[in-house]
Protein backbone atom coordinates (compact mmCIF):
# COMPACT_ATOMS: atom_id res chain seq x y z
CA UNK A 1 0.00 0.00 0.00
CA UNK A 2 0.83 3.45 -0.45
CA UNK A 3 1.48 5.72 2.45
CA UNK A 4 0.98 8.78 2.32
CA UNK A 5 2.74 11.33 4.79
CA UNK A 6 1.60 15.14 5.75
CA UNK A 7 3.45 17.69 7.63
CA UNK A 8 2.55 19.39 9.73
CA UNK A 9 -0.18 17.87 11.81
CA UNK A 10 -1.75 21.50 12.39
CA UNK A 11 -0.57 24.97 11.43
CA UNK A 12 -1.49 28.29 12.10
CA UNK A 13 -1.19 30.97 10.02
CA UNK A 14 -2.09 34.42 10.26
CA UNK A 15 -4.74 36.29 8.10
CA UNK A 16 -2.74 37.08 4.34
CA UNK A 17 0.45 35.31 4.87
CA UNK A 18 0.72 32.10 2.88
CA UNK A 19 0.45 28.53 3.68
CA UNK A 20 2.08 25.48 3.23
CA UNK A 21 1.51 21.90 3.66
CA UNK A 22 3.73 18.79 2.61
CA UNK A 23 2.50 15.69 1.78
CA UNK A 24 5.06 13.05 0.94
CA UNK A 25 4.28 9.31 -0.48
CA UNK A 26 6.08 6.45 0.16
CA UNK A 27 6.72 5.38 -3.47
CA UNK A 28 6.31 7.58 -7.01
CA UNK A 29 2.74 8.77 -8.15
CA UNK A 30 4.23 10.07 -11.57
CA UNK A 31 3.24 7.51 -14.58
CA UNK A 32 2.49 9.08 -18.01
CA UNK A 33 3.65 12.77 -17.19
CA UNK A 34 0.77 12.89 -14.85
CA UNK A 35 1.03 12.73 -10.68
CA UNK A 36 -2.08 10.84 -9.75
CA UNK A 37 -2.25 13.12 -6.29
CA UNK A 38 -4.94 14.95 -5.14
CA UNK A 39 -5.76 17.83 -2.15
CA UNK A 40 -9.18 17.75 -0.51
CA UNK A 41 -10.24 20.70 2.21
CA UNK A 42 -12.89 19.74 4.83
CA UNK A 43 -14.79 21.44 6.91
CA UNK A 44 -17.15 20.50 9.85
CA UNK A 45 -20.62 19.21 9.00
CA UNK A 46 -19.77 19.49 5.04
CA UNK A 47 -18.31 16.44 2.61
CA UNK A 48 -14.28 16.79 1.70
CA UNK A 49 -14.01 19.59 -0.93
CA UNK A 50 -11.58 18.71 -3.96
CA UNK A 51 -9.52 21.32 -4.55
CA UNK A 52 -6.79 20.35 -6.79
CA UNK A 53 -5.93 16.57 -9.34
CA UNK A 54 -2.91 16.09 -11.20
CA UNK A 55 -1.15 17.44 -8.19
CA UNK A 56 -1.47 21.03 -9.66
CA UNK A 57 -4.64 21.34 -12.16
CA UNK A 58 -7.17 23.23 -9.82
CA UNK A 59 -11.01 22.51 -9.77
CA UNK A 60 -13.87 24.36 -11.34
CA UNK A 61 -14.64 27.00 -8.60
CA UNK A 62 -11.55 27.20 -6.37
CA UNK A 63 -9.52 30.16 -5.53
CA UNK A 64 -6.90 30.83 -7.23
CA UNK A 65 -4.98 31.78 -3.82
CA UNK A 66 -5.00 27.56 -3.65
CA UNK A 67 -2.23 26.08 -5.72
CA UNK A 68 -0.82 22.62 -5.45
CA UNK A 69 2.80 21.47 -6.83
CA UNK A 70 5.61 18.73 -6.47
CA UNK A 71 6.25 15.74 -8.07
CA UNK A 72 7.12 11.82 -7.84
CA UNK A 73 6.83 11.26 -3.98
CA UNK A 74 7.17 15.05 -3.25
CA UNK A 75 3.60 17.58 -3.04
CA UNK A 76 3.06 20.91 -1.19
CA UNK A 77 -0.69 22.61 -0.98
CA UNK A 78 0.07 26.79 -0.79
CA UNK A 79 -2.59 29.34 0.01
CA UNK A 80 -0.97 31.99 -1.04
CA UNK A 81 -2.89 34.20 1.44
CA UNK A 82 -4.94 33.22 3.98
CA UNK A 83 -8.59 34.07 4.42
CA UNK A 84 -10.91 33.25 7.28
CA UNK A 85 -12.96 30.86 5.51
CA UNK A 86 -9.77 28.76 4.58
CA UNK A 87 -10.00 27.02 8.32
CA UNK A 88 -10.33 23.68 7.90
CA UNK A 89 -8.72 20.39 8.08
CA UNK A 90 -6.39 19.58 4.55
CA UNK A 91 -5.80 15.82 3.13
CA UNK A 92 -4.23 14.53 0.44
CA UNK A 93 -4.89 11.69 -1.54
CA UNK A 94 -2.91 9.62 -3.69
CA UNK A 95 -5.12 7.65 -6.33
CA UNK A 96 -2.51 5.71 -8.42
CA UNK A 97 -3.02 2.61 -7.05
CA UNK A 98 -5.78 0.58 -4.83
CA UNK A 99 -6.19 0.58 -2.23
CA UNK A 100 -6.31 4.54 -2.40
CA UNK A 101 -4.67 6.16 0.29
CA UNK A 102 -5.09 9.57 1.79
CA UNK A 103 -2.59 11.37 4.21
CA UNK A 104 -3.53 11.93 8.01
CA UNK A 105 -4.76 15.37 7.67
CA UNK A 106 -3.02 18.85 8.75
CA UNK A 107 -5.71 21.24 10.69
CA UNK A 108 -4.85 25.11 9.35
CA UNK A 109 -5.69 27.47 11.56
CA UNK A 110 -5.82 30.95 12.43
CA UNK A 111 -3.01 32.43 14.70
CA UNK B 1 -25.71 19.80 -11.34
CA UNK B 2 -23.54 16.76 -10.47
CA UNK B 3 -25.22 15.24 -7.35
CA UNK B 4 -24.82 12.49 -4.98
CA UNK B 5 -27.26 11.95 -2.51
CA UNK B 6 -26.13 8.97 0.03
CA UNK B 7 -29.17 7.26 2.46
CA UNK B 8 -29.37 4.19 4.34
CA UNK B 9 -27.76 4.84 7.34
CA UNK B 10 -28.48 4.05 10.92
CA UNK B 11 -27.88 2.66 13.93
CA UNK B 12 -27.34 -1.26 14.03
CA UNK B 13 -26.67 -3.97 16.52
CA UNK B 14 -23.19 -4.99 16.59
CA UNK B 15 -22.97 -8.52 14.01
CA UNK B 16 -25.81 -6.74 12.30
CA UNK B 17 -26.15 -5.57 8.62
CA UNK B 18 -26.94 -2.50 6.73
CA UNK B 19 -27.61 -1.43 2.90
CA UNK B 20 -26.47 1.67 1.66
CA UNK B 21 -27.31 4.01 -0.79
CA UNK B 22 -26.18 6.87 -3.37
CA UNK B 23 -28.34 8.39 -5.75
CA UNK B 24 -26.30 9.92 -8.61
CA UNK B 25 -27.99 12.93 -10.83
CA UNK B 26 -26.19 15.41 -13.46
CA UNK B 27 -23.79 13.21 -14.99
CA UNK B 28 -23.57 10.22 -16.65
CA UNK B 29 -23.49 8.10 -13.56
CA UNK B 30 -22.82 4.51 -15.96
CA UNK B 31 -19.94 6.34 -17.88
CA UNK B 32 -17.75 6.51 -14.27
CA UNK B 33 -16.05 4.64 -11.63
CA UNK B 34 -17.87 4.88 -8.14
CA UNK B 35 -16.61 4.79 -4.38
CA UNK B 36 -17.49 4.75 -0.99
CA UNK B 37 -15.00 6.45 1.31
CA UNK B 38 -15.44 6.71 5.10
CA UNK B 39 -14.48 9.02 8.07
CA UNK B 40 -14.54 7.52 11.51
CA UNK B 41 -15.42 9.67 14.47
CA UNK B 42 -11.78 11.78 15.54
CA UNK B 43 -10.30 10.13 12.47
CA UNK B 44 -8.71 10.78 8.91
CA UNK B 45 -10.77 9.39 5.74
CA UNK B 46 -10.32 6.12 4.96
CA UNK B 47 -11.40 4.38 1.48
CA UNK B 48 -13.65 2.07 1.47
CA UNK B 49 -13.95 0.44 -2.04
CA UNK B 50 -14.44 0.85 -5.79
CA UNK B 51 -16.23 -0.28 -8.30
CA UNK B 52 -16.00 0.39 -12.12
CA UNK B 53 -18.56 1.86 -15.03
CA UNK B 54 -20.24 -1.63 -15.69
CA UNK B 55 -19.38 -2.99 -12.09
CA UNK B 56 -17.45 -6.01 -13.42
CA UNK B 57 -14.20 -4.95 -11.31
CA UNK B 58 -14.84 -4.24 -7.68
CA UNK B 59 -11.47 -3.31 -5.15
CA UNK B 60 -11.88 -3.18 -1.43
CA UNK B 61 -9.15 -2.05 1.21
CA UNK B 62 -8.42 -5.72 2.53
CA UNK B 63 -9.41 -5.18 6.39
CA UNK B 64 -13.27 -5.42 4.86
CA UNK B 65 -12.95 -7.50 2.27
CA UNK B 66 -15.54 -10.09 2.55
CA UNK B 67 -17.54 -8.34 5.09
CA UNK B 68 -18.64 -5.59 2.55
CA UNK B 69 -19.83 -5.67 -0.81
CA UNK B 70 -20.11 -2.43 -3.29
CA UNK B 71 -22.68 -2.95 -6.09
CA UNK B 72 -24.16 -0.76 -8.80
CA UNK B 73 -27.34 -0.17 -10.25
CA UNK B 74 -26.53 1.57 -13.80
CA UNK B 75 -30.66 1.81 -14.76
CA UNK B 76 -31.45 3.95 -11.62
CA UNK B 77 -28.28 5.81 -11.31
CA UNK B 78 -27.50 4.27 -8.08
CA UNK B 79 -24.56 2.68 -6.15
CA UNK B 80 -24.63 0.59 -2.92
CA UNK B 81 -22.70 -0.71 -0.05
CA UNK B 82 -24.04 -3.72 1.36
CA UNK B 83 -22.27 -3.90 5.20
CA UNK B 84 -22.26 -6.94 6.62
CA UNK B 85 -20.99 -8.57 10.21
CA UNK B 86 -20.66 -4.65 11.67
CA UNK B 87 -18.32 -4.11 14.18
CA UNK B 88 -18.22 -0.84 16.77
CA UNK B 89 -14.76 0.08 14.38
CA UNK B 90 -17.31 0.49 11.17
CA UNK B 91 -19.02 3.66 12.64
CA UNK B 92 -18.63 6.70 10.56
CA UNK B 93 -19.83 8.99 8.51
CA UNK B 94 -19.50 7.40 5.02
CA UNK B 95 -19.76 9.46 1.58
CA UNK B 96 -19.98 8.15 -2.07
CA UNK B 97 -17.38 9.56 -4.27
CA UNK B 98 -16.97 9.96 -8.23
CA UNK B 99 -14.02 8.36 -9.42
CA UNK B 100 -10.58 7.17 -8.67
CA UNK B 101 -9.88 10.90 -8.01
CA UNK B 102 -13.06 11.56 -5.97
CA UNK B 103 -13.86 14.27 -7.68
CA UNK B 104 -17.75 14.63 -6.69
CA UNK B 105 -18.71 13.88 -3.02
CA UNK B 106 -21.94 13.18 -1.60
CA UNK B 107 -22.67 14.78 2.00
CA UNK B 108 -22.48 10.89 3.90
CA UNK B 109 -25.01 9.03 5.73
CA UNK B 110 -23.99 7.96 9.30
CA UNK B 111 -23.63 4.52 10.24
CA UNK B 112 -23.37 3.69 14.56
CA UNK B 113 -22.57 0.03 15.71
CA UNK B 114 -23.55 -0.02 19.33
CA UNK B 115 -25.56 -2.08 21.44
Given at each position: DIVMTQSPDSLAVSLGERATINCKSS????SNNKNYLGWFQRKPGQPPKPL?????SRNS????RFSGSGSGTDFTLTISSLQAEDVAVYYCQQY????ITFGQGTRLEIK | EALLVESGGGLVQPGGSLRLSCAASG????SNWMAWVRQAPGKGLEWVANINHDGSEEYYVDSLKGRFTISRDNAKNTLYLQMNG??????AVYHCARGFATDLWGQGTQVTVSS
Amino acid sequence: DIVMTQSPDSLAVSLGERATINCKSSQSLLSNNKNYLGWFQRKPGQPPKPLIYWASSRNSGVPDRFSGSGSGTDFTLTISSLQAEDVAVYYCQQYYSTPITFGQGTRLEIK
Amino acid sequence: EALLVESGGGLVQPGGSLRLSCAASGFTFSSNWMAWVRQAPGKGLEWVANINHDGSEEYYVDSLKGRFTISRDNAKNTLYLQMNGLRAEDTAVYHCARGFATDLWGQGTQVTVSS
